[in-house]
């Protein structure tokens, strides 16, 4: 899947977050590690620092991600992360999705809406319906009660399993 798909459009756009020119070491393909972005997510990694180990230890899976030699490290991972920023994650998701409807991988005439509590870290306020170090959370039903946390809504093609779109409210 990850080879599958052209990257160039939003390799550019992922390229246009970095310094062009100056001091500095010339950075990873930002499209790999967008690549490896997606391979954490797709294979469940928990975090920034099992993703690097897996790549370094799995050369296959670092060569699908495109990385011909070295692999990065945990840290530039995080700072990819943080320099893209939601805005730029939605703009990359917006994008690759386009792409996938023009070359007819999906189509969306049958979507499935879904939605799953996510829970925050966080205690309950004294009024019990807010988080007290996230007041964004909110208390909400979840599988087995109520939950603090948030909705996570996912539009999804039923004949790509692809995701269209994704929206994160409030848990109420």
Known sequence: MLDS?????????????YQGE???????????????????HLLRV??????????????KMARACG????TPSHGLFTHFRHRIGKEGYEKVFSMLLKQLVKNRV????????????????????????????????????GRRGFV??????TVCCVTSNY???SRLPHAT
């Not at 928990?46 to 050369?59: A, E, F, I, M, V």
């Not at 829970?119 to 309950?124: F, I, L, N, P």
């Open 5 to 17: 798909q052209n990257l160039g459009s939003i390799s550019g756009f992922l390229m246009s977050l």
């Open 22 to 40: 100056g001091a500095g070491r010339k950075p990873y393909d930002p499209a790999c590690m967008l690549k490896a972005q997606l391979l954490k």
């Open 46 to 59: 928990p975090s920034d620092r099992r993703l690097s180990l897996l790549l370094k230890r799995n050369r």
């Open 67 to 70: 990385f011909k030699r070295g």
């Open 106 to 141: 999906a189509n969306g005439e049958i979507v499935a809406v879904d939605s799953t509590a996510v829970k925050a870290y966080s205690q309950r306020d004294l009024e019990n319906k807010r988080g007290k170090s996230d007041p964004d959370a909110r208390v909400g039903r």
């Open 148 to 153: 603090l946390g948030y909705k996570v809504h």
């Open 163 to 165: 995701p269209w779109h």
